[in-house]
C-alpha cells in the first residue's frame, strides 16, 4: 500500500510500504476514506520533535473494515472512526474514560504502527478502539465524521476540562482548528458568550459560524485587559488553552476570573515544563490556591464545636505573647510543629 | 497594645504599638485571646520575603469583640474567628465563594493592617469577615477553633479541591500542620484510605490519630514509587500538595493516577512560578490533556449524525494522499487551516 513517511525535517514522501493484516486476534484494518493533517504533525514536520527514518504520519482517520481477526465483533464492511490513539476498554484508565492513557495504548504512526495517512491502517483493540457509523454516510458527511477523530473531540474536551456549560462566559485562546472546534463544543453545551483571540479574517468568520460572539485582536497583555473590559474586570469564569506555547497559556490563566477554569488541550511546548507537562500527560485536575476560608468557616464550624473535629492536636508549644521570638525559633528549628500563643 | 513586629530577618520582637478603633462604620476591634505562627510566617522570619520596618507579624486568631463601627451587627463580647484574609462579602470573588481573592480584601499584618500576634487587631468588613461562636467557648476548645482560622480550614481547601469524598484514596504531601489537617479533613469527608509521606515520628503518629493509613518514608521518586505500590501500580486518585516546593508538587503530580485530582494549597516557590503560580493566585483549576476522544464519540456522533454538530468547515484544503507532502507546506505556511486528504 502506499502511505505518507517523513525522512527528515520538511520531506514528506508517500511511498510503498507492507499491506498490514490482523496481528492478534482483537485486530483488525481498516481502509482510509479519509484522512488529514493536523496542527501538531508539524512539530515532527519541522524537526522540533524527532522522528525515526521512514516515520509513518497522521493520527486522523475514517474509513472501512475490510479485514478482523477472530475475537473482533465488527464487521467487514462497517464504517468507523478511529480515535487519535487506540486503547483496551478494560484496563483502568479506559473504564475512567482516561482513554488516552490507557495501559496498552498507543499512538497512530508511533513505534512501527501504521499512520493514518496511508491506505490502510492496522488497528489494535479493534472493538474498543473503533467506533462504528450505523449507516454507510452520505460522502458529504464524512468531512464531519473526521473531525470527530481529533479537533472536535479535542475541542469538546478542552470546554468539557473548563466546565462549560448552559449560560457560560468562554474565552477560547488559539487560531487553528482545534480553537474553532472548541468554540462550537462551546456552544454546543450551551454556552452564551463565546470571547476568542483572532486576526485571521477567514478563520473569525468560521469561529463567528460557529458560536463565537466576541472577536479580540490585541494579543499577549493587551489581549488579558480586552478581555476583563469584556467581563466587567473580572475574566471569564471558563477559559480553554487550545495552543501550548508559553504564551497562550499565561494569556489564559490570567484571563481567567478568580475561582474559574482553565481547560488546556494545546501539547506543552513550554519555557519550564514542569509540573505542567506531566498535567498535561497524565490528564490531571489542578486546583487550589489560597484556602476559601470564610467559605468553609460555617460548614466545618459545627463540627468543632460538637467535638467531631479537633486538629488542635497541631500545637504542641504554647508561650505567652511576650515569648513569641522564642516561638518563631523553635519553629524555624523544627524542634516545634506549630505554636500557640496567648496575648 | 502589645505586638510582635519583625525588623529584619530573624528578629521578632514584641514592641507597644498605637491601639487600634474601628476607622470604618463597618470596622470592629477584636482582643485576641489565642493566635498562633505559621509555617509561612517563617518565610519573612527567614528574609525570603522582604518585609518593611516593624513589619507586623501573625494572622491566624481568635478572640473577642471589643469595639464596633456603627454599621457592625456583631455585638461586643462576642467570640470570634478570623480567616487568615478579610473579605468584604459582596464582590464577584465572595459571591462566588473565592473570599481570599475578595476585591477590597487583604491579608492581616500586610500593607499597614494589624497582625494576628498582638493583643487587639481592626477587623475590616466585620460582619462580612468575623464568624461569631454561639457560646462564649470553653478554654479547652479554643486551640480547636484557632485551628479554623488557617491550617484546618487550608487542609479542607486542599481535599475539596482534590474531590475527595467517601471511598477516597488520598496521598497527602507535606510534613507541617496544613498537611496533618488535610489528613484530617480527608477522613472527615470520607476518604477511606489516606497515604502519607512522612520520617518525623511524632508527626505521623499525629497523622495517623487524624486518619492516615499508610506513611510512606521514601521521598522523591522513590515515593513516587511507594505510592504506586501501595495502588495496584496506579497512583491515588486524589492527592493533597501542602508544601508548595518544586519537589513536592513534582512529587504529588507524578504520584496521582491518570485522570486524577491535585489540590494544592502550599504557596509556591518553584524554580519557574509561571503558570503555576498564577493558577494558585487565581484560585483556578486546570484541567485537560490529550482528549478522551474514544469516551466521547458516542455522545458526539449522534449529534454529527443528525446534522447538528458539524466542524468540517475547519478543512479548508482537499488533496489525494499523493499530494501529502503539498499539504504539509500549505499548512506550515499557514496558507491552509486543515487539510483532507483522500487515499
Redesign the interface.
Same mark, same amino acid.
Given at each position: 500500500m502506499?502511505a505518507?513517511v517523513l525522512n527528515e525535517p520538511?520531506a514528506?514522501?508517500?511511498v510503498d510500504v507492507p499491506d498490514p493484516i490482523p496481528e492478534t486476534p482483537s485486530d483488525a484494518v481498516v481502509?482510509?476514506?479519509?484522512?488529514?493533517?493536523?496542527?501538531s504533525?508539524?512539530w515532527p514536520?519541522?524537526g522540533v520533535h524527532p522522528t525515526n527514518p521512514q516515520q509513518r504520519?497522521?493520527h486522523e482517520f475514517v474509513g472501512q473494515v475490510v479485514a478482523v481477526g477472530p475475537d473482533v465483533r465488527l464487521r467487514v464492511g462497517t464504517f468507523v472512526?478511529a480515535?487519535?490513539?487506540w486503547?483496551d476498554?478494560t484496563c483502568?484508565?479506559?473504564r475512567?474514560?482516561?482513554?488516552?492513557?490507557c495501559t496498552n495504548g498507543g499512538f497512530w504512526g508511533q513505534d512501527g504502527a501504521d499512520g493514518g495517512?496511508?491506505?490502510y491502517v492496522r488497528v489494535p483493540f479493534a472493538d474498543?478502539?473503533l467506533?462504528a457509523?450505523?449507516d454507510d454516510?452520505a460522502p458529504a458527511?464524512v468531512?464531519?465524521?473526521?473531525?470527530?477523530?481529533?479537533?472536535?473531540?479535542?475541542?469538546?474536551?478542552?470546554a468539557?476540562?473548563?466546565?462549560v456549560g448552559p449560560g457560560s462566559t468562554v474565552v477560547v485562546v488559539g487560531d487553528?482548528?482545534v480553537w474553532?472546534?472548541a468554540v462550537?463544543a462551546s456552544a454546543?453545551l450551551g454556552a452564551e458568550r463565546i470571547i476568542i483571540f483572532g486576526r485571521h479574517q477567514?478563520?473569525t468568520a468560521?469561529a463567528r459560524?460557529?458560536g463565537a460572539t466576541d472577536v479580540v485582536a490585541e494579543r499577549g497583555r493587551d489581549a488579558v485587559r480586552a478581555v476583563r473590559d469584556l467581563t466587567?474586570g473580572?475574566?471569564a469564569r471558563h477559559v480553554l488553552?487550545c495552543v501550548g506555547t508559553?504564551e497562550a497559556?499565561?494569556t489564559?490563566?490570567?484571563a481567567?476570573?478568580?475561582?474559574?477554569?482553565?481547560?488546556?488541550?494545546g501539547?506543552p511546548h513550554l519555557? %519550564?515544563p /514542569?509540573? *505542567?507537562s506531566?498535567?498535561?500527560?497524565?490528564?490531571?485536575?489542578?486546583?487550589? $490556591?489560597? &484556602?476559601?476560608?470564610?467559605?468553609?468557616?460555617?460548614q466545618?464550624?459545627p463540627?468543632?464545636?460538637a467535638g467531631t473535629? %479537633?486538629? /488542635?492536636? *497541631?500545637?504542641?508549644v504554647t508561650l505567652p505573647?511576650?515569648q513569641?521570638?522564642d $516561638?518563631? &525559633?523553635a519553629?524555624?528549628s523544627r524542634s516545634a510543629?506549630?505554636?500557640?500563643?496567648?496575648?
Open positions: 502506499r505518507a520538511f514528506v514522501a508517500v481502509e482510509v476514506v479519509a484522512a488529514c493533517i493536523c496542527g504533525d508539524l514536520y519541522r504520519l497522521g472512526i480515535p487519535f490513539s486503547s476498554g483502568p484508565a479506559c475512567d474514560g482516561v482513554t488516552v492513557g495517512q496511508g491506505q474498543a478502539t467506533v457509523v450505523p454516510p458527511l468531512p464531519a465524521l473526521l473531525t470527530l477523530s481529533d479537533v472536535l473531540a479535542t475541542g469538546h474536551h478542552a468539557i476540562s473548563a466546565q487553528g482548528a474553532l472546534c462550537l454546543r477567514q478563520r468560521i459560524q460557529f466587567d473580572l475574566g488553552e508559553q497559556l499565561t489564559a490563566v490570567h481567567a476570573r478568580r475561582g474559574g477554569f482553565v481547560g488546556f488541550v501539547v519555557d %519550564d /514542569s509540573p *505542567v506531566t498535567i498535561f500527560d497524565r490528564s490531571l485536575s489542578l486546583r487550589g $490556591g489560597g &484556602a476559601w476560608v470564610r467559605t468553609y468557616l460555617p466545618l464550624l463540627d468543632v464545636l473535629l %479537633d486538629a /488542635s492536636a *497541631v500545637f504542641d505573647l511576650e513569641v521570638a $516561638g518563631y &525559633a519553629m524555624d510543629l506549630k505554636v500557640l500563643l496567648q496575648p
